[in-house]
């Protein structure tokens, strides 16, 4: 069993609407969760983090938490082509100070 | 520099030859990862430095990787005798350790192709 799983994708979702990523983890000693987008051809960047149950808005992002079931999700408001990725969930142990740990990917196309 | 460098950006060798992937993190981070990503899938955890702690080894695909991180800055990652399916993009991180919110900053990877 991975430590980090989500689909591979690809998810398609018309321009305009909500696009919704999921993502569970295996070890319930993890504590801090990660979005990272990453485009074709560069590297990952940090697009969200949460550690509480429940949810973190930031802009047409929000992320959702639930440590019981272990399971994160990113929601995407208003999706627009230029959301059109591959986003990436990751786990860490512990507060700090140790492993990061990444699924493998959902891809998602907008489309106009 | 300003943000993570790799070197070489490109690396194309042959079978059984040993090569050296160089990563020069954020001045002041204390943390360092090296990742491997091959094509189309997600980053594969290979090993994690922090401070002066012993590294965190356990994503190391076998004894054929090894990796040193000099002076808690740059670190060097080594494959040797290099095997075709050791190809993929080798990416690097740092991050400045803070409680719950551990931003890695990832450099430009380099591409390892094995022939």
């Known amino acids: 069993q991975k430590e980090v799983e989500q689909n591979s994708g690809p998810l398609s979702v018309p321009e305009g609407a909500i696009a919704s990523l999921n993502c569970t983890y295996s070890d319930r000693g993890s504590q801090s969760f990660f979005w990272y987008r990453q485009y074709s051809g560069k590297s990952p960047e940090l697009i969200m983090f949460i550690y509480s149950n429940g949810d973190k808005e930031d802009g047409r992002f929000t992320a959702q938490l639930n440590k019981a079931s272990q399971y994160v999700s990113l929601l995407i408001r208003d999706s627009q082509p230029s959301d059109s990725a591959t986003y990436l969930c990751a786990a860490q142990k512990g507060s700090s100070a140790s492993k990061i740990i990444f699924g493998s990917g959902t891809r998602l196309s907008i489309r106009p | 520099g300003a943000g993570v460098s790799q070197s070489p950006s490109n690396k194309v060798t042959e079978k059984g030859k040993d090569v050296e992937l160089r990563c020069d993190p954020i001045?002041?981070?204390?943390?360092l990862y090296w990742y491997r990503q091959s094509l189309g899938q997600g980053l594969e955890f290979l090993i994690y430095f922090q401070g002066n702690s012993a590294p965190d080894k356990s994503g190391l695909p076998s004894d054929r990787f090894s990796a040193e991180r000099t002076g808690g800055s740059v670190s060097t990652l080594t494959i040797q005798r290099t095997q075709q399916e050791d190809s993929a993009v080798y990416l690097c991180?740092?991050?400045?350790?803070?409680?719950?919110?551990?931003?890695?900053?990832f450099g430009s990877g380099t591409q390892l192709s094995v022939l």
């Open positions: 001045s002041g981070h204390t943390a």
């Open positions: 991180a740092s991050s400045l350790v803070q409680s719950t919110n551990e931003k890695l900053f």
